[in-house]
């Protein structure tokens, strides 16, 4: 299990850009998948991007994201990033970094480790 703590959310115009990054601790970092989500008010909570194990060679991506957001990781600093551009309203949720060992998914119940979530407000 790792502890994953959000950070980098806030209120920013509709075309702005804001990163998210998501800091772990435990021993299993650089063999989780990590993977973000996002929940908005009255909404299921549903995937936005996933990165593989390791060198993070696999990258999984929401299509309403795609073109627009980018999922990196960096193993030495044991955190995971969410560069987001050309942010729309639509976007605004509450975003949450999550875990899994084992092979990549990206489906919700399959994450075992969640952050607390980091608001993101996108204003038109």
């Known amino acids: 299990q790792v502890q994953l703590v959000e950070s980098g959310g806030g209120l920013v115009q509709a075309g702005g850009s804001l990163r998210l990054s998501c800091a772990a601790s435990g021993r299993t970092f650089s063999s989780s998948v990590m993977g973000w989500f996002r929940q908005a008010p009255g909404k299921e909570r549903e995937f936005v991007a996933a990165i593989s194990r390791w060198s993070g060679g696999r990258l999984y991506y929401a299509d309403s994201v795609k073109g627009r957001f980018t999922i990196s990781r960096d193993n030495a600093k044991n955190t995971v990033y969410l560069q987001m551009n050309s942010l729309t309203p639509e976007d605004t949720a509450v975003y949450y970094c999550?875990?899994?060992?084992?092979?990549?998914?990206?489906?919700?119940?399959?994450?075992?480790?969640w952050g607390q979530g980091t608001q993101v407000t996108v204003s038109s």
């Open positions: 999550a875990a899994k060992l084992g092979v990549d998914s990206t489906h919700v119940g399959d994450f075992g480790s």
